[in-house]
């Protein structure tokens, strides 16, 4: 069965320490993403990689970092730096043509004690 | 700037009557249209998506119109079930090179039984 796969899907973390959030696919795409969500918004984009060992900063990258060493994975860290990190984070991966339509994972709840 | 609020605009329905959910969008430059429907604590889903070049595209139960001239994109759903109750988001999409999605704050949609 393809599909993304986050992990994991809670995750508490005190103030000061970092965070990883993983996010594999087998769906053999090219491009994939990371959102942020927050309660009653849009999703805001941190952070695309449209190929293996290239990655772009996206809307709201400050405080995140990312890399991309393989296809199948794309994980987020979450660094002390980022101000307000407690959201509902979200990966996303597409075939990076035609509609861009998007196949997301589960999401990952990160809290900030 | 994208605009942000605690508060996601609102839509109760009756079961069984239609629903109609608005989107304006602000990129004329955009390819593709998409909606995604946002189940709670779940990532989201393609529904249906529209090419910039139409102005109408029919699914299963759900119909999606584009008006380019006031940059208005709706979603109908017809006989609203239990089952539609969720968030749905529009999205635009401009490709050519890195597709970048941009997605709106989305409408809860709240299905009365």
């Known amino acids: 069965d393809g599909g993304i796969t986050q992990s994991p899907k809670y995750l508490f973390r005190k103030e000061g320490q970092n965070v990883t959030l993983s996010c594999e696919q087998n769906?053999?795409?090219?491009?994939m993403y990371w959102y942020r969500q927050d309660p009653g918004q849009g999703l805001r984009l941190i952070y695309y990689s449209q190929i293996v060992n290239d990655f772009q900063k996206g809307d709201i990258a400050e405080g995140y970092s990312v890399s991309r060493e393989k296809k199948e994975s794309f994980p987020l860290t979450v660094t002390s730096a980022q101000k307000n990190p407690t959201a509902f984070y979200l990966c996303?991966?597409?075939?990076?043509?035609?509609?861009?339509?998007?196949?997301f994972g589960e999401g990952s709840r990160l809290t900030v004690l | 700037g994208e605009s942000v609020g605690l508060h996601l605009p609102t839509l109760s329905v009756q079961e069984g009557d239609n629903s109609i959910i608005n989107c304006a969008y602000s990129n004329s430059a955009s390819d593709y249209f998409i909606w995604y429907k946002q189940e709670s604590g779940k990532g989201p889903q393609f529904i249906i998506d529209i090419r910039s070049n139409m102005d109408k595209r029919q699914g299963q139960r759900v119909t999606v119109l584009l008006n380019k001239t006031v940059k208005h994109l709706s979603l109908q759903i017809a006989a609203t079930q239990p089952g539609d109750s969720a968030v749905y988001f529009c999205?635009?999409?401009?490709?050519?090179?890195?597709?970048?999605?941009?997605f709106g704050i989305g409408t809860k949609l709240q299905v009365i039984p």
């Open positions: 999205a635009e999409n401009r490709s050519g090179g890195y597709q970048k999605v941009t």
């Open positions: 996303a991966s597409s075939t990076g043509v035609g509609t861009g339509e998007l196949f």
């Open positions: 769906l053999n795409h090219d491009a």
